[in-house]
């Protein structure tokens, strides 16, 4: 599974009242799952809800709190925007990651029907 991980700014708190600040996270991918299980939790939610709860689905680690106890409510009630922001940005990274490079890419259809038309064929080195 790939991940990304990284610090948050202002951290949560848990428990609640207890003082005890956790700042790294590890993130996942959200697959569709997850954003069903959002739309099936939060029906008539904001795009916003959405969003926070679909990113509790898939933060892997936020500091020492148990996955459990990584809830929408939790982050909802005590995520910083700027925080969020922050693991927004991890989410995108992550796509970045993910993401098959426009290298590695290939139509291999239209090159070969290049290839037989022309008579041409690829160096050893483009194969």
Not at 84 to 109: C, E, F, P
């Amino acid at each position: 599974m790939m991940t990304e991980t990284d610090s948050l700014l202002y951290g949560i708190e848990w428990p609640a009242e207890s003082g005890q600040m956790h700042y790294e996270f590890e993130l996942r991918m959200a697959a569709i799952g997850d954003n069903i299980h959002a739309l099936e939790a939060h029906p008539d939610g904001s795009a916003l809800t959405l969003s926070v709860a679909m990113m509790a689905e898939c933060l892997v680690r936020l500091g020492g709190i148990p996955a459990t106890e990584i809830t929408f409510d939790l982050l909802a009630r005590t995520l910083e925007p700027d925080d969020y922001d922050l693991i927004n940005a991890a989410w995108a990274q992550l796509k970045k990651k993910r993401m098959r490079s426009s290298a590695s890419s290939q139509d291999t259809g239209a090159l070969s029907s290049c290839s037989a038309d022309t008579g041409l064929t690829r160096p050893a080195s483009a194969a």
